[in-house]
């Protein structure tokens, strides 16, 4: 099989050779096919390096606004798929939790989305086993916002366009986050990514904004996996993918979390 650098190499060199005008424009169409194809991969390994949408924005020619709409849908790809291994997907729920993190990044003016932000998105998933879990442990929304740790500089109140311009970036600490959570998912053997797996990845590292929060309620991470394993279903069973069984996952104080730092 061609790789995509021969595909488009030789569908480049047909477009411009090719002399009936009819079937030229066939391979134009291929060549933008396979270009495009190319075009997300590349933007998708600039997002999990750690590009900014600005930096994305300026190579392509495009504005942000551009570039938002055309590949916002990676932003829940980054951490979800690896080069190497299986896939795992985000549930439903883990989805909105990331989308509400987006929205508390912007009620407190924050040019991206940080840890800190992700925690809250959990908070608001009520119904989930991780949200329980931190309220058995008294960190509920309302607390969890009055004593939020910030780990970057807000916006001017001057900027609100630039804010709501960047509202799908994600701080580079967050993006490894989710690559925590993802393999938070696989080492348990889990196909999907849930918000429980979101919020042990949160609770590996303790520098981040997240825990930070935590320590300012008096609990630790320690503390929440414990509650954690009181409020999972019986047997450890996480929800399961929309459509499909999904596979056990046993949390215990033998299964620590990797770290992502």
Avoid at 29 to 47: G, K, M, N, S
Avoid at 81 to 99: C, F, K, N, V, Y
Avoid at 125 to 143: I, M, P, Q, R, Y
Avoid at 224 to 250: F, H, K, N, W
Wanted: hydrophobic share 40%; aromatic share 2%.
């Amino acid at each position: 099989m061609p790789t995509p650098s021969a595909t488009i190499e030789q569908l480049a060199r047909e477009t411009v050779q090719i002399a009936d005008p009819e079937t030229a424009l066939r391979a134009l169409t291929a060549l933008r096919r396979e270009l495009d194809v190319t075009e997300r991969e590349i933007v998708r390994r600039a997002l999990q390096a750690g590009a900014s949408w600005s930096q994305i924005a300026r190579a392509l020619g495009v504005t942000k606004q551009a570039a938002h709409r055309k590949y916002r849908h990676l932003f829940e790809q980054i951490g979800v798929e690896g080069p190497d291994g299986p896939r795992a997907h985000l549930t439903a729920e883990a989805r909105q939790s990331i989308q509400f993190g987006r929205e508390e990044a912007r009620r407190f003016a924050q040019p991206s989305v940080g840890t800190e932000h992700i925690l809250l998105g959990i908070l608001r998933c009520e119904d989930s086993v991780a949200a329980k879990a931190l309220n058995a442990e008294g960190v509920t929304l309302g607390a969890a916002r009055r004593c939020l740790q910030t780990t970057m500089p807000g916006l001017p109140p001057s900027a609100p366009a630039a804010l709501d311009e960047d509202r799908e970036a994600v701080s580079a600490h967050a993006r490894r986050i989710l690559e925590g959570s993802r393999r938070e998912a696989l080492r348990r053997g889990d196909a999907h990514i849930g918000v429980e797996h979101l919020l042990l990845a949160l609770l590996s590292d303790s520098r981040n904004g997240a825990v930070q929060t935590l320590e300012q309620l008096r609990t630790t991470p320690a503390r929440i996996r414990r509650q954690l394993d009181r409020v999972l279903p019986a047997g450890g069973t996480s929800p399961p993918v929309p459509g499909g069984a999904g596979p056990t996952v046993q949390v215990t104080s033998r299964s620590r979390p990797v770290s992502t730092s």
